[in-house]
């Protein structure tokens, strides 16, 4: 019994440090004052980069919400690298008025490989843009978006991660769930860190970099979450990605949740296999630089998704109420692991209040369960399958 507490006073001390974590960033969340007025005096070029493999289904939309931005039509153009692609995507998006640049390379496959090469291809032959912004070929864009990215470029910024959320589907109950966790992790927790100047880390989706960035550092991740990767790299060579919330993009997820499995499956493994890569060297860089960015970096790496970990804990909590009713002397861990638990309920809470959550919104709350476990049996999966790390399509909806 005595190992039994040991092993458990180690998870609280762990696991509550992660999440109190979480919950001290969901506080801070509403400290943060965004910017309404994006007045600048300079208006720079930008290039609009969609990486797409067979994406007639969406990509469409993607080009007419670009289309929708309040920007001068002649300071920025679309650029879709049709990767691979076996459908209409190329003609559908010169139809649309997009530069379309086809690449075939069956051997180096996926978005990181794709985005190296649209750069290049960019640069060489179109290089009069001062600034390159990366679309998922699934998404909507604020209208505000590139006056956004001008203000931060002209105000120093170099690499900027927008706002990164999920597109409502009321009644769906694995991207209703995916909503909660995008608003957790790509907003609540980015916002609390930009009160402390902290770093945030690029998402794939609605990234903006400066032009000599890139050219600096050219992009060098292959990863199934090549966005994180070069985000990691960019911060061990001294480059600070900022956060600018008051620019959105809004994915959409697959209806069925059997065609969501590639995706969280490729998120999963993929996260995995960057934080046992770079979680170390993180932790070192942070002691022997002194620098909080690093140590909350290494903190974000190792922190897993909100789902897992508060499944965990209520499981914990649940095997502890069972011995509290066995014997009711033992309550101590009881009321430790459901301290823990409360947090978590704050922190998601502190969530929808943060962005004043509709009912739909909280609706979604019931279906955190039923994702829960759909994510468990996931996650069980994917550790037979941890060699498994090359690129996978998620399957796109009519």
């Not at 070069?230 to 069925?256: C, H, N, R, T």
């Not at 994510?375 to 550790?383: A, D, F, Y």
Request: charged share 20%; glycine share 6%.
């Amino acid at each position: 019994m005595l190992v039994l507490d040991i092993i458990q006073i180690l998870l609280l001390l762990i696991v509550g440090t992660l999440i109190g974590y979480q919950t001290f960033l969901g506080i801070l969340a509403f400290y943060v004052r965004q910017k309404t007025e994006f007045d600048t005096i300079q208006k720079r070029k930008f290039a609009l980069v969609i990486p797409a493999h067979n994406e007639e289904k969406m990509i469409a939309k993607t080009i007419f919400s670009i289309n929708g931005i309040i920007y001068p039509r002649s300071d920025y153009e679309v650029f879709v690298i049709a990767d691979n692609c076996t459908d209409r995507t190329a003609k559908i998006s010169r139809e649309l008025g997009a530069i379309v640049l086809e690449r075939e390379n069956f051997t180096q496959r996926g978005k990181g490989y794709a985005l190296r090469w649209g750069f290049d291809r960019i640069f060489n032959e179109y290089d009069r843009f001062d600034a390159i912004i990366v679309l998922d070929s699934d998404s909507l864009i604020s209208g505000n978006y590139m006056d956004v990215m001008n203000y931060y470029l002209e105000n120093g910024s170099r690499v900027i991660q927008s706002s990164d959320l999920v597109l409502p589907q009321p009644g769906n109950w694995s991207s209703e769930a995916t909503r909660i966790g995008f608003l957790l992790f790509n907003y609540v927790k980015p916002l609390g860190r930009k009160l402390l100047r902290l770093n945030t880390n690029l998402k794939g989706n609605g990234m903006c970099f400066a032009s000599e960035v890139l050219k600096t550092y050219p992009w060098q991740s292959w990863a199934l979450t090549e966005d994180l990767e070069y985000s990691l790299m960019l911060l061990l060579k001294g480059e600070k990605i900022d956060f600018a919330p008051e620019a959105y993009v809004w994915a959409q997820m697959p209806l069925k949740a059997s065609n969501a499995k590639s995706q969280r499956s490729r998120w999963e493994m993929g996260r995995k296999h960057i934080s046992r890569m770079y979680a170390g060297t993180f932790f070192k860089e942070a002691f022997k630089r002194r620098s909080i960015v690093f140590l909350d970096t290494f903190i974000d790496l190792i922190t897993p998704p909100f789902v897992n970990i508060m499944f965990i804990v209520l499981m914990l909590l649940a095997l502890n109420v069972v011995y509290w009713l066995i014997d009711p002397s033992e309550y101590l861990f009881t009321l430790l692991w459901g301290g823990v638990a409360t947090l978590g309920i704050i922190h998601l809470f502190l969530g929808l209040l943060l962005v004043k959550a509709d009912k739909n919104f909280y609706r979604s709350l019931l279906y955190i369960p039923i994702y829960a476990l759909w994510k468990v049996k996931g996650l069980v999966n994917s550790i037979f399958t941890d060699n498994q790390i090359h690129w996978i399509r998620t399957y796109r909806d009519n």
